[in-house]
């Protein structure tokens, strides 16, 4: 995996994922992960589908650094992803997380390429942005994509530990259980990568984007651990 790439998923990088919960935050005021047990069931149907989305994403915009784009690509990438993100509560977290990526990505990885996506972009999607990085760096689509599948569990994990006070080892345990699906996820995006923006794949997370509703108008009515 390159270097980039492991940089990206390191909870130390500062791109501001440490403030966002992937929903379960909300999953836990309902009462549905109130323990290790519950865990896996939230993550593996995150990665599946919220998780399977970005690491597409992410493979995509690998692939179109590495190989230099045409003026628009970009945007219309940016607006494929948003097309597959109906809530608008995710759509904020991701343009915030992704906002903070490309600001640290510019002091480690300075490029005309990130200059050319933040110009058509100034608040680009996470998973584009993550992608776009790992390309200019030298990674593969496989890299962008096992790196941003890999956040998507390991962002909501980290959020349990705070959250419910569980045992680090056992929620790290669940996170390392599920790396043969991260893996296949990040597989099949990667094979995707070089395809046109609207033919890239759109699972859908429907009870996400109710969580993602819910907790942002909770997060108006009380203070909140997570932004999202």
Do not use: K
């Not at 047990?37 to 989305?53: K, M, V, Y």
């Amino acid at each position: 995996m390159d270097v980039c790439a492991l940089i990206l998923a390191d909870s130390r990088f500062p791109g501001g994922g440490h403030v966002h919960s992937g929903g379960l935050e909300e999953a836990v005021s309902r009462g549905l992960v109130t323990s290790e047990t519950d865990l896996p069931g939230f993550l593996l149907s995150r990665l599946r589908t919220a998780g399977a989305l970005a690491a597409a994403f992410a493979a995509a915009a690998a692939h179109a650094a590495a190989r230099g784009v045409r003026s628009g690509h970009w945007l219309r990438l940016d607006r494929e992803l948003d097309a597959r993100t109906p809530s608008p509560a995710q759509r904020v977290a991701s343009r915030a997380q992704g906002r903070g990526t490309a600001r640290a990505g510019a002091v480690a990885w300075p490029s005309p390429v990130l200059t050319a996506l933040l110009a058509e972009t100034p608040r680009p999607h996470h998973p584009i942005v993550c992608g776009a990085l790992v390309g200019i760096a030298g990674g593969v689509p496989a890299d962008a994509a096992t790196a941003v599948g890999y956040l998507s569990v390991s962002g909501p994990a980290s959020a349990a530990v705070r959250l419910l006070g569980l045992d680090p080892f056992a929620v790290n345990a669940v996170v390392a259980r599920l790396g043969a699906e991260v893996r296949r996820v990040a597989g099949e995006a990667a094979a995707v990568a070089g395809a046109d923006p609207v033919e890239l794949p759109a699972p859908g997370s429907p009870a996400l984007d109710l969580f993602a509703e819910a907790h942002a108008r909770h997060h108006e009515e009380e203070v909140r651990l997570f932004a999202s």
